[in-house]
């Protein structure tokens, strides 16, 4: 195919599905081309689903209160990380709320101390919100676009 390198994206429920996905053995042992993995962006991500079920959120979702744990990634394995040069970028907004803020913290320790990944990065950006951090993506000086584009072209 010609491709050297692929990233995966994601804000909110779509960084929870990235890193449902890094947790899947399966998708780097059966699927070729996985190896060409480099990187992840994961916006404001939800980690621990416990927190939502006792939201209105879950009146739409109506995710039942025993999937919680074992559809968030907080409670799955990435050892399977350590052999590969996946470099993740986990990010939230400083006005993000307290819950989101805590839980990508937690993401983070947990992808760090248990993977023992050297390509690990937690960044809370100040001044912006929720949907701020991925709306300002499309300003030319903005710095976590910038981070994405100077990843890209370094590593591919």
Not at 46 to 58: G, K
Not at 73 to 99: E, G, K, M
Not at 147 to 154: A, G, I, P, T, Y
Request: net charge negative.
């Amino acid at each position: 195919m010609g491709s050297r390198g692929v990233y995966f994206a994601g804000h909110s429920a779509g960084a929870h599905l990235v890193a449902k996905l890094l947790s899947n053995v399966d998708f780097f042992e059966d699927n070729p081309g996985s190896h060409r993995l480099q990187g992840a962006f994961l916006i404001s991500g939800i980690y621990d689903l416990r927190e939502l079920v006792h939201t209105s959120v879950n009146d739409a979702v109506q995710l039942p209160h025993e999937w919680a744990i074992p559809l968030s990634p907080l409670f799955d394995c990435y050892t399977h990380l350590q052999a590969r040069r996946v470099r993740v970028y986990i990010l939230a907004a400083q006005n993000d709320s307290p819950a989101f803020k805590k839980q990508s913290r937690e993401f983070y320790e947990l992808l760090h101390n248990t993977c023992l990944m050297q390509n690990m990065y937690l960044e809370i950006k100040d001044d912006l919100d929720h949907f701020d951090i991925v709306e300002c993506l499309a300003e030319d000086d903005n710095y976590l676009k910038n981070l994405m584009v100077h990843d890209v072209r370094k590593h591919l």
